[in-house]
């Protein structure tokens, strides 16, 4: 029997030994319950195993990080182990930047809050025995900080047992195994420092950081002497890393410069370990301004405003101006129907709801699944804009009087109402959403950007409100019958009327056939000519087989036209078009280069201001800029500042361009950007651009330290 239960004590010590030898009683320090915990339950010999120190740190208090920084002391670890056993160095957990103090005299302080683990690698030789069982003990000295400062000591142990095969079932051995994945590391990273005018410049280079996200970028050296820790470090992007412009510290300042600095670059989610040597700064660590800052959620009903107010402004874009004349031409109509009117208005406005919401689905379809869209996206297509142009033919023909559609203006009265004329007003509506696209007018900019980066009802929402506020005048009109009885009675002036509002949609017209030209070339542009020639002759037969009392040929007439019409669509849609070659475009009044993330990390190294102009030949907005960019006024401006003009053409789809405009809260065109001379973010320029206002910002810009 005794032997018995001495066999079944020494089995059950042996349990207890295997499930809880790493996990000894925490020590209460005072401010902190440290203990010695194991990554793994049991240590096979020869092999490598981690233990750490854990602190439990009372709310409020804080230890310290291996440079503590303007004051405090790192954890101090003395080991006690078995003969052949050996403790590395501490895996030190990426640290907090804690601020003491009210400036000028604040200080900065590189610690550990909460809990923190601290783990340090043992080395187990290879004559350990297996079923022994090893006493690990190590002497903690802490440093613990609030408003004062206390030392804090404890003895902590660890009796891990040694076995063949490791047991990875340890307590702590998910939050151990954790702290090694998240703790700075080497990746490989280029970086070179220099001082220049009390600014000491620490640039940083690789792979890891070309996609990464910098805006908390921070630079925690491993020596207290190298920077000043209470100073801010602003950070710059380049495409290939980032720059940080830190504050030399006692090195610098008692002429001993370090030739190298070592620290940890510490990210948003990521932190990695740094060796930088002074001399020349690695290319593509600077150039593209500070990182956006991240923008506080815009509330729903402030976006729904905007949308609303941006609608009614895009009402005086240049873009919408030519669809007025079908607005106003639809409103004579009814000068004297007050019924009709409203039909009218509220067919219209069907039109622009419609349309905005079909044309938002494609757009938050698309960017779901991927693709760089931006809002006036259908405009990047040449066969949509050859379309519109043989639409806009049309309509401007309709209204010269060579056809009729629906309706004759002279027929006003009871059929004003009717199937046809109802029909044409919803084409209005939709037509003016597909021309009024390409224009982001002040408010609309930041509506359409938020709308983008919310769930698909609500930016849906957001688009709908955004045609109620682009509807709202000419449907408002529609519904006031006093200012319809100011009008003469239906006459003679309703067709000059009429003929005279024809011009605008020529305009329109000749507008899309230039946007054209710039897409698609002269082979595009001869190609929709032709087609614009058969549209025309097209819409004289319409016209002449509707005057026609003969069947046999009116109809004849009438459906050749029809076909030439489809056959003018199809001939400018359905074939290919090749982009135009560099001869062919237009030299510019201002010389520019084309912009790309790199030449702006180019210029801004050479210390030169730099304009980027996102634009797009369909963006009338942004044609109408062109003239303030084109006076002599500003290129006054630009040699005097040495600013460098770039353009980033949108007129063709380009993903960079499409996540660049991303980057400033934009889905479309136009977009004005000044970085200036001596670094820092850009500065976004107003929608609708004057020559004294660009020359201004230029020279602000120049003068930037």
């Known amino acids: 029997m005794a032997f018995l239960l001495r066999k079944l004590g020494l089995a059950l010590a042996a349990a207890l030994t295997l499930a809880g030898a790493a996990n000894a009683r925490p020590v209460d320090t005072g401010h902190i319950e440290a203990e010695l915990v194991?990554?793994?339950?049991?240590?096979?010999?020869?092999?490598?195993?981690?233990?750490?120190?854990?602190?439990?740190?009372?709310?409020?208090?804080?230890?310290?990080?291996?440079?503590?920084?303007?004051?405090?002391?790192?954890?101090?670890?003395?080991?006690?182990?078995?003969?052949?056993?050996?403790?590395?160095?501490?895996?030190?957990?990426?640290?907090?930047?804690?601020?003491?103090?009210?400036?000028?005299?604040?200080?900065?302080?590189?610690?550990?809050?909460?809990?923190?683990?601290?783990?340090?690698?043992?080395?187990?030789?290879?004559?350990?025995?297996?079923?022994?069982?090893?006493?690990?003990?190590?002497?903690?000295?802490?440093?613990?900080?609030?408003?004062?400062?206390?030392?804090?000591?404890?003895?902590?142990?660890?009796?891990?047992?040694?076995?063949?095969?490791?047991?990875?079932?340890?307590?702590?051995?998910?939050?151990?195994?954790?702290?090694?994945?998240?703790?700075?590391?080497?990746?490989?990273?280029?970086?070179?420092?220099?001082?220049?005018?009390?600014?000491?410049?620490?640039?940083?280079?690789?792979?890891?950081?070309?996609?990464?996200?910098?805006?908390?970028?921070?630079?925690?050296?491993?020596?207290?002497?190298?920077?000043?820790?209470?100073?801010?470090?602003?950070?710059?992007?380049?495409?290939?890393?980032?720059?940080?412009?830190?504050?030399?510290?006692?090195?610098?300042?008692?002429?001993?410069?370090?030739?190298?600095?070592?620290?940890?670059?510490?990210?948003?989610?990521?932190?990695?370990?740094?060796?930088?040597?002074?001399?020349?700064?690695?290319?593509?660590?600077?150039?593209?301004?500070?990182?956006?800052?991240?923008?506080?959620?815009?509330?729903?009903?402030?976006?729904?405003?905007?949308?609303?107010?941006?609608?009614?402004?895009?009402?005086?874009?240049?873009?919408?101006?030519?669809?007025?004349?079908?607005?106003?031409?639809?409103?004579?109509?009814?000068?004297?129907?007050?019924?009709?009117?409203?039909?009218?208005?509220?067919?219209?406005?069907?039109?622009?709801?419609?349309?905005?919401?079909?044309?938002?689905?494609?757009?938050?379809?698309?960017?779901?699944?991927?693709?760089?869209?931006?809002?006036?996206?259908?405009l990047q297509s040449p066969a949509v804009v050859a379309a519109l142009a043989l639409i806009m033919l049309l309509v401007a023909l309709n209204l010269s009087g060579l056809f009729e559609v629906g309706t004759s203006i002279q027929g006003v009265g009871g059929g004003l109402a009717s199937r046809q004329g109802l029909l044409g007003a919803f084409f209005t509506g939709a037509l003016t959403v597909v021309v009024a696209a390409p224009c982001t007018a002040p408010f609309m900019a930041s509506a359409i950007g938020v709308a983008l980066t919310r769930s698909a009802p609500a930016a849906l929402l957001i688009f709908a409100v955004l045609g109620l506020g682009l509807a709202l005048p000419f449907v408002a009109l529609s519904f006031a019958p006093s200012l319809f009885k100011r009008l003469p009675p239906p006459g003679t002036w309703m067709n000059v009327l009429r003929r005279g509002l024809a011009f605008p949609m020529y305009a329109a017209a000749a507008w899309l056939v230039w946007v054209l030209a710039q897409q698609g070339g002269t082979v595009g542009l001869a190609r929709l000519l032709a087609a614009g020639l058969v549209t025309a002759f097209a819409a004289w037969l319409f016209g002449l087989g509707q005057r026609r009392s003969d069947a046999r040929v009116r109809y004849p007439l009438m459906t050749l036209a029809v076909l030439g019409w489809l056959g003018a669509l199809l001939a400018v849609t359905l074939p290919a078009y090749s982009q135009p070659a560099a001869a062919e475009a237009e030299p510019a009044a201002l010389p520019f280069d084309t912009w790309s993330p790199e030449r702006v990390a180019q210029l801004r190294a050479e210390g030169r201001p730099v304009f980027v102009n996102f634009t797009a030949a369909w963006c009338i907005t942004c044609q109408v800029n062109e003239q303030a960019l084109a006076t002599r006024e500003t290129s006054e401006a630009f040699k005097a500042a040495n600013a460098a003009y770039l353009k980033a053409d949108w007129t063709n789809r380009d993903p960079a361009i499409a996540r660049a405009l991303e980057e400033h809260g934009r889905a479309g065109v136009p977009l004005y950007l000044l970085y200036p001379a001596g670094g820092g973010e850009p500065r976004v320029l107003p929608q609708l651009l004057t020559s004294g206002m660009v020359a201004q910002a230029l020279k602000e810009a120049g003068n930037d330290d």
């Not at 550990?112 to 022994?132: F, Q, T």
């Not at 801010?232 to 006692?250: F, I």
């Not at 030519?322 to 639809?330: G, Q, R, T, V």
């Not at 044309?359 to 996206?377: D, E, H, P, Q, T």
């Open 38 to 378: 194991a990554q793994e339950a049991a240590v096979v010999p020869g092999g490598t195993t981690y233990v750490a120190v854990r602190q439990k740190i009372d709310k409020g208090w804080h230890t310290y990080w291996r440079n503590a920084g303007d004051a405090g002391e790192a954890t101090k670890l003395a080991w006690t182990l078995p003969a052949g056993w050996k403790a590395g160095d501490i895996v030190w957990p990426t640290p907090k930047r804690l601020l003491e103090g009210e400036a000028p005299h604040q200080l900065a302080v590189y610690a550990y809050e909460g809990e923190v683990l601290l783990p340090v690698a043992i080395e187990v030789p290879a004559d350990a025995k297996v079923g022994s069982t090893a006493r690990l003990k190590v002497a903690v000295a802490f440093l613990v900080c609030a408003e004062i400062c206390v030392p804090e000591d404890a003895v902590l142990t660890l009796s891990p047992p040694v076995a063949a095969a490791p047991k990875t079932d340890a307590r702590w051995a998910e939050q151990v195994s954790a702290t090694l994945a998240a703790a700075p590391k080497e990746a490989g990273l280029t970086a070179a420092f220099l001082n220049v005018g009390g600014k000491l410049r620490l640039a940083i280079t690789g792979a890891p950081l070309k996609e990464a996200d910098v805006s908390d970028a921070y630079f925690f050296p491993f020596s207290g002497k190298h920077i000043v820790h209470s100073a801010p470090q602003p950070v710059e992007r380049g495409p290939d890393g980032v720059t940080l412009t830190l504050s030399p510290g006692y090195d610098f300042a008692q002429g001993t410069p370090p030739a190298e600095m070592a620290g940890v670059l510490a990210l948003n989610n990521a932190s990695y370990e740094v060796v930088a040597r002074s001399g020349p700064l690695p290319p593509g660590a600077s150039g593209l301004g500070a990182p956006a800052e991240p923008r506080a959620k815009q509330g729903m009903a402030l976006t729904l405003l905007l949308a609303f107010l941006g609608g009614l402004v895009l009402n005086l874009m240049p873009c919408v101006f030519p669809i007025l004349s079908m607005k106003a031409a639809a409103l004579a109509g009814h000068a004297h129907e007050a019924r009709g009117a409203r039909l009218q208005g509220l067919a219209f406005l069907a039109g622009v709801l419609t349309t905005f919401l079909l044309l938002a689905g494609i757009l938050i379809a698309a960017k779901a699944a991927g693709a760089s869209l931006g809002w006036g996206f259908h």
